[in-house]
């Protein structure tokens, strides 16, 4: 299994940025996927997490109303759409894969599957 997370960089504060995750090697339309983060010093947190049919969807309070997680089961790919950016969401971003939904899909060890990660850098 492969999950390849691209389209980070910089950014000034305000301004967007739309992360892509390209998973292989697994069925793709059989797995609900999430993107988490790691900023500096900090411990990895969970961002948003969308269903195997897109049905359902969960961000974090912090994302709500500025990041929309989407999927495209045709390209294998997993989206995060980036509003309003600010600082604080300076990290490493991840994309996750798990074969199954819960109540919360929050938990960093519910997802077998991780991606490399890929730098957003938001400045003030």
């Known amino acids: 299994v492969q999950l390849q997370a691209s389209g980070g960089g910089l950014v000034q504060a305000g301004g967007s940025l739309r992360l892509s995750c390209a998973a292989s090697?697994?069925?793709?339309?059989?797995?609900?996927m999430a993107w988490f983060r790691q900023a500096p010093g900090k411990e990895r947190e969970f961002v948003a997490a969308?269903?195997?049919?897109?049905?359902?969807?969960f961000y974090t309070d912090s994302v709500k109303g500025r990041f929309t997680i989407s999927r495209d089961n045709v390209k294998n790919t997993v989206y995060l759409q980036m509003n309003v950016l600010k600082p604080e969401d300076t990290a490493v971003y991840f994309c996750a894969a798990t074969g199954v939904w819960l109540a919360t899909m929050s938990a960093a060890g519910h997802y077998p599957y991780w991606g490399r990660g890929t730098l957003v850098t938001v400045s003030s």
């Open positions: 969308i269903s195997r049919r897109s049905d359902s969807t």
């Open positions: 090697g697994l069925t793709f339309s059989s797995y609900n």
